[in-house]
């Protein structure tokens, strides 16, 4: 009896660990749509012309996600429904240093819209998806 009750309370306390890598609260999947969602908008900005302080901030958002995006990706970490590729763990030197050109890029992207200049932030706009692509194309299984 006293067994069961011990066992109920640890698969209690493993069970949570294991979120899905689509669930609204896992931090990986909010920081990655967050980013897909400033970079369209910023985009779309560019495109209309226009460079607004809400485009700013999400620069500035960006720039921030990128300085902290490996702690995402915390050494042996399962998610169910995971794209990430165990290269990310294995290679991770790799994996740093795809990141560091996004850190670099998005950073010239926050600059590019501060000076007000629409054709550098479309410029910025594009190296920085290019480096979200290429960190993908590497790191990042296909989709199932
Ligand atoms: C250094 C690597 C790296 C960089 C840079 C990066 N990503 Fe990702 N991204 C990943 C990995 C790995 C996954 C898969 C995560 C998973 O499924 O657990 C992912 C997943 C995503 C997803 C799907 C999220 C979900 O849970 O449905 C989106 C959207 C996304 N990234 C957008 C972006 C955008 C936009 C940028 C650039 C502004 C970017 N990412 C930069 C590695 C990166």
Not at 19 to 42: F, Q, W
Not at 68 to 92: C, H, M, V, Y
Not at 93 to 98: E, I, P, Q, R, T
Not at 133 to 144: F, T
Request: aromatic share 4%.
């Amino acid at each position: 009896m006293k067994k069961l009750f011990v066992a109920a309370i640890l698969s209690f306390l493993v069970l949570p660990v294991v979120v899905s890598a689509h669930d609204d609260k896992d931090p990986r999947h909010i920081a990655m749509t967050t980013l897909g969602k400033n970079m369209k908008a910023i985009k779309r900005g560019l495109k209309a012309g226009q460079i607004t302080p809400d485009m700013h901030k999400q620069a500035e958002e960006i720039q921030a996600i990128a300085k902290s995006l490996t702690n995402l990706f915390p050494a042996g970490e399962q998610k169910q429904d995971s794209r990430a590729k165990p290269e990310i763990w294995s290679d991770a030197a790799g994996f740093n240093k795809s990141n560091q050109r996004f850190v670099l890029a998005a950073a010239a992207l926050s600059q590019a819209l501060k000076s007000n200049d629409v054709s550098a932030g479309q410029a910025s706009q594009k190296r920085t998806g290019k480096t979200c692509g290429s960190c993908h194309k590497a790191y990042r299984l296909p989709k199932k």
